[in-house]
């Protein structure tokens, strides 16, 4: 958090059919819509994030993902690392207060890899979902299916990762916490974190510009993750794999998909960092451990990604 | 348990390579050598079982298992259930006591699927592994890999499903626990239990008589399946499916192989059964969701068994 | 099961506040209502259980236990039983059918630590609650609170227990699974079993008859037993000991009180017991290890009985 | 991390018997013994740090801890918040480097509350043990008893809270994550992190300065909270309280004592936190649900601090 990143707050997901998408990210994942927009966007949130919405659904004619904001710790932070970028070359975009609701100026940018990024300072302060700020109980009760516990990060596919590392790491102060190396030492995946978390963000190299792989939702344990699995057969939802174990960050897992065929994870555990940690890193010669530990292999549908 | 049969007591495995095979299932499954005998076999047991052995090990040119035995409760229901068998019109045969060390005498048979069967009343008592039966602590310390709670059932491929029930409910005293119905009516596969278990002995219809699906044990929880799903990974072994559940008990699995080709599954939870309980039924045309609740689709994998 | 007794099938607790209890065996245990009667008694079962009721609600000044009911296999059994308990000297009471909605006669007779039991063969099969029998989903979705799987066992506080060992083991066919035993070799506490569980019901030591220390409901797992302590903390129950886990049968477990004082017990985990398996013995004089293995000492509540 | 203090980085703990005192540290709670020095100091670490040691162990007439030490991000770092400390009016104390083997210059102070404090930038570098920086396995296989991940957090007693809170928000960087208020408003404890941890240091007010509560390690998960209360049962080390949950931070816990009767707690889970997060706030008339969430009052010993 060294230049005032402090975690991912939103991602905006295109959704082909917005009425089977809400029941999807509510019914299922447990997250719980908070508001709607003139648009017709839906604003959802995590019952512990602290802020008014982390996911905010479009309905479009291909889904996808629009683009992914980083709260900063104050408008200060703001204003710095947008000059920071701005003396890089990176060329930003002014998003107005409100164009999404209860959420102040989004300054956007699109890395070299294709995919396009916000960073914001305000969003509305509404607290934990169903537990008080004074004698919190432990959890709420009346949560939904999976009953995700925080949007945590998202994983894009493209190209020019190194374009990309030295913007998030050397202008928004994110480190490097896990990476893929080639056998020549190239970098073909990169698991960047602005916290103790493993990642915050992540990027495998693909041909094509600006791919989605997935945007993930952290859980409580691994028998959280167990009910997930089993709440996707009962639910007749398209699973990708899991339950399993990812050798990168060590996290417990399922990957699955949103009826518009966007990949969802949920995941728990994992690993920690701390600035001072040097990168962990897997062989691509490995990567059927690193992706996927217990099997060692990749499944097909792993390699699929959206525009 | 009507009949006086108690539970699967042992299964005699062939390996191809006995220093492997005892490796793999003390220092991974977390089983303990109890013996060896004059043709070589080595005795192994689970933790907490009493008896002296429950996994033999036999060194041969072909991977398989010899015959699964069930102890039953004395040695006068050992006399009637023989006499029931042979009235029944099964052919039996005598091993005499000692066969196996430290085992009674055994009555063998072999059922029309092709897969031979024991009962015996004897087996030399030791307790449990590591643990006193006074003030007993609640595990033992010094367990390998995935401590292996118990040896606990197996599924054996093989055709004439209706007769082998016919020994095994109206003979032995087993009950049907779950069923996998044809469109027909044909019962496909047949899940049999003497116990609470919700399987002590499983068919599933092959056309081949006599093949082996897989040997499995109990471990207590679904952090033990991920524990075991880690070490199959840290140690090579090759996996086959897992960590997921099984819509058929509805048991959380793994399948994996022993260096010998025999596959071998540990699991935990699952469904429980009494005398009343009326069989669960699937459907063959959903027999994916049956076997692997997850997925939804058989693993090419699974359908591979050994002679 | 050697006699036909197959398992606890029903406990009656009488209750100070119908409405209060209600709310507390339903919201917080997740027990589901099945039926009320004329006399104002409410039937409530656990979801995995397939017959109608298991818990049965009286109105009345004091609380306490009724009676305990197991379900044996069949008529023929019952006869049978009926007929040793009346040959071994035990005073048997004829209940007839539908005293108890939906239920067969039953056979009540009362033992010498001064508790009324009932043996029955007959109960109206309703299956798992909110699973089908075909294609069964791993769990139900919508159960309330703490999900208690099963009703599973009784513990009772009275004298004589040798005499009530010879009616529960000679008579009926119980195993001894675990003993206490005092340093003369006295056993003060027995935990008898008909099936694979550690106890179906226990005794232990008390100078006064018909004591009632709890009623007992299974759970999955141990994080289960977690969520369940947190709600009694959010919902201001009673707490009388937990998260802990027992010296005897090692199972998982918290106690708590109803709105009238009724002790419940929610646990998971624990051995398993089979007819050869030797008792299990606790030293009286460790008696602390042997109820809560972690503390190792009794709580001054745990002592605490009702009439 | 705003002012670049990282973490917890060591403890250093009074023990009246060194031989016991690694025993325990290494058997019991699963630390790996690093080095030891010439004035007989024994250093050890839990297997997920990266850096040479965080527990270090001094034979002393009396139990109690030394001080804490938390790293910061690098040498500029360390003179800033020197410097601020100065101009803050807090007196420092040069230590230097490789006091403490293969530790760089340690900066040392006290604060009101009584309690002795380090900020250092270096430490020698050693990885995570047992796993590998390439490809590393999911967790590193002959750890021993509770195989603590890592050193989390110490918990304080003393005066002059406010001083405290001032000196480590204003002055270091860190941030109130929870507190308790009594109903005047004063603040009677407040739990203080620099990371996403609920906690890095807490301090709870006492009348005496200078008290020790407890040495905090973290678990993966509440399975390993129970098999850590069933090993100090095992081991007959005398317990405090649990498993159970706090209220404050919601963590999954257990409070034992060394054999030098220093308290250490392992604990799960928690809650999380970022700079924006509002602190949570308990009051002071709740304490008991406050700590111990389930059991709503404190225990006696809770209250016993050490020197």
Chains 1, 2, 3, 4 share one sequence.
């Not at 604003?43 to 905010?56: H, I, M, N, R």
């Not at 992706?291 to 097909?300: A, P, T």
Request: contains cysteine; charged residues 25%.
């Amino acid at each position: 958090m060294k230049k005032g990143v402090m975690r991912p707050g939103h991602v905006q997901i295109r959704v082909l059919d917005m009425g089977e998408a809400v029941k999807h990210y509510t019914d299922l994942l447990g997250l719980i819509e908070t508001d709607r927009d003139d648009q017709g966007r839906v604003y959802l949130k995590a019952w512990s994030e602290v802020d008014k919405f982390s996911v905010v659904l479009r309905e479009a004619d291909e889904p996808g993902c629009d683009f992914m904001g980083f709260k900063v710790v104050d408008e200060a932070a703001l204003n710095q690392l947008e000059k920071d970028l701005v003396d890089y070359g990176v060329e930003v975009e002014q998003v107005p207060a409100e164009e999404l609701k209860d959420c102040g100026r989004r300054v956007r940018f699109t890395v070299p890899s294709g995919h396009a990024f916000e960073l914001y300072a305000d969003k509305k302060y509404t607290g934990k979902w169903g537990v008080s700020s004074v004698n919190p109980e432990a959890w709420p009760r009346g949560l939904q299916g999976m009953k995700a516990v925080r949007f945590d990060h998202v994983l894009f596919y493209g190209p020019e990762l190194a374009a990309v590392y030295d913007i998030f790491v050397n202008v928004l102060g994110f480190y490097l916490a896990e990476q893929v190396l080639d056998p020549e030492g190239t970098r073909v995946a990169q698991f960047l974190t602005v916290s103790m978390k493993e990642h915050d963000v992540a990027f495998i190299h693909h041909e094509e510009k600006g791919k989605f792989h997935h945007a993930s939702f952290f859980l409580d344990t691994w028998e959280a993750v167990l009910r997930s699995a089993d709440l996707i057969s009962m639910t007749d939802t398209s699973i990708d794999i899991g339950p399993t174990r990812h050798g990168l960050t060590h996290g417990q897992t399922i990957y699955f998909f949103d009826p518009s065929g966007n990949r969802n994870e949920v995941f728990c555990g994992g690993d920690y960092h701390y600035p001072d940690h040097k990168p962990i890193t897997w062989k691509a010669e490995d990567l059927g451990k690193a992706i996927f530990y217990h099997d060692r292999v990749l499944n097909e549908r792993f390699l699929t990604v959206l525009t």
